[in-house]
């Protein structure tokens, strides 16, 4: 979707402002909501995926106006809503009201915990041959589905080389949807700078992006 | 962000609803059996206490120190990470970025907040925030000027935007005046910015 989480090469927010010494969270309810997104995700209440999507659906006003962990909130708590896991009454009355929905892997248990440690596996077994090839040019389609999509607004129409082939992996605008894993060939396409952003770009910067074979064309 | 100060009463008060929110919905997930508030303080603990910078530091530092692991490390940093024990255990598909003199590498999610977590742990806030996803690949020696990181005029700036399930960690370059330095002495001197490209390694003796 075309939405404002898609900020590559937009301008006006000003200054990148490093805190030094940083905490790891800056509360206490920070850390909670992070620990509920991994846990939930270990028992398979979402993918990645589509709680990623349920981020970007926040309306715009208030994803701009969030801290990260406030929307990774606000997705988790609507996402568990509208797949069944819990009701807006028991929202607002903060207490379980109706009875659980099974989760697909069980309750993430202290002793598992290690194991959601590392990061899920995402590679797949090819369906079929790669379209293409290591210094292939391709052309970033122009697509604008309203749904989950990683193919940034910046690159699209734009033509790219293809650097690195990752293998086939699961496609995040499918599994978004809950359509299925479809896995698609991933790969490392760059692009010139002044090629994106033309006289305004910096000719010495070069920008890749990891696309997925369906949002490439031959150029 | 900084132009939102003038913001701070309604900020402080939007705390504290959303403390109050998070609560409850911690509540109502441990009513419905859907998570164990002891697993949740591991999870919590884990990036606290054990999951950090240090990791990536222990692994620039031995590929500053070992041609070898470094030669791994760049075609297959998963695989080569996972033959170091004492390093935190990575997933599938980490990509190291190797600076050169002749190339800076950056690291970027521009949709979201794509990160190494295994090898620098939870991103600070400036990675997550519009600033740098919005202008890294666009402007990314103006967003270098706001780290203080000056590149030589012709070096090429390579920007990888973490769109997949790929992850990335760069591999900065050797300060200076390090020779026969060991890995442990090496390790303080990679910090989280130079794994980002973001920054540079510290040079030994240089104030930080």
């Known amino acids: 979707m075309n939405g404002v989480h898609d900020m590559g090469g937009m301008d006006g927010f000003g200054k990148v ?116 090839n290591i210094g292939d040019r391709v052309r970033a389609k122009n697509i604008h589905p309203a749904t989950h999509t990683r193919l940034p607004r910046y690159v699209r129409g734009h033509v790219g080389v293809i650097e690195l082939n990752h293998g086939c992996h699961v496609f995040p605008d499918s599994a978004a949807m809950e359509l299925g894993e479809n896995p698609q060939w991933l790969y490392t396409v760059v692009f010139e700078g002044s090629d994106l952003w033309g006289a305004d770009g910096d000719p010495t910067s070069k920008v890749s992006i990891d696309a997925f074979e369906p949002y490439l064309d031959p150029a | ?31 419905k059996g859907y998570v164990e508030p002891a697993a949740l303080d591991a999870i919590i603990q884990a990036y606290e206490t054990r999951i950090g910078p240090h990791n990536g530091a222990r692994v620039v530092a031995k590929a500053w120190t070992d041609p070898a692991f470094k030669q791994a490390l760049l075609e297959d940093g998963s695989k080569a ?64 000027a706001d780290f203080d990181v000056t590149l030589p005029k012709d ?18 370059m050797r300060p200076e005046g390090t020779e026969g330095w060991s890995e442990e002495q090496l390790a303080e001197l990679v910090t989280r910015d130079s794994m980002i490209g973001t920054g540079f390694a510290k040079t030994p003796g240089a104030p930080s």
């Open chain 2, 81 to 144: 990470i996972g033959t170091l024990g004492h390093v935190s255990r990575v997933g599938d598909h980490l990509v190291v970025l190797e600076n050169t003199p002749v190339r800076h590498n950056m690291v970027v999610c521009t949709l979201c907040s794509c990160y190494p977590w295994e090898m620098l742990g939870l991103p600070p806030v400036w990675y997550k925030a519009a600033p740098y996803r919005s202008r890294a690949v666009k402007d990314p020696r103006g967003v270098l």
């Open chain 2, 1 to 31: 962000m900084s132009e939102h100060h003038h913001d701070h009463d309604h900020d402080h008060s939007e705390l504290s609803e959303t403390e109050l929110r998070v609560r409850a919905l911690e509540t109502i997930l441990t009513e």
């Open chain 2, 155 to 172: 070096m090429e700036i390579r920007v990888w935007d973490s769109t997949a399930e790929t992850r990335f960690l760069v591999l900065p």
């Open chain 1, 17 to 132: 402002e490093a805190e030094p010494n940083e905490p790891v969270f800056h509360a206490e309810w920070e850390s909670r909501v992070l620990a509920m997104v991994r846990a939930m995700g270990a028992a398979g209440a979402f993918n990645i995926d589509t709680s990623r999507f349920y981020r970007e659906t926040i309306p715009p006003h208030v994803y701009l106006s969030s801290s990260y962990y406030k929307k990774w909130f606000l997705g988790l708590e609507e996402m568990l809503i509208e797949k069944g896991y819990l009701t807006r009454d028991e929202v607002a009355a903060g207490h379980a009201m109706q009875p659980a929905k099974a989760l697909k892997h069980g309750k993430l248990a202290l002793a598992d915990v290690e194991r959601t440690m590392v990061r899920g596996k995402f590679a797949r077994p090819a369906p079929a041959l790669a379209k293409f």
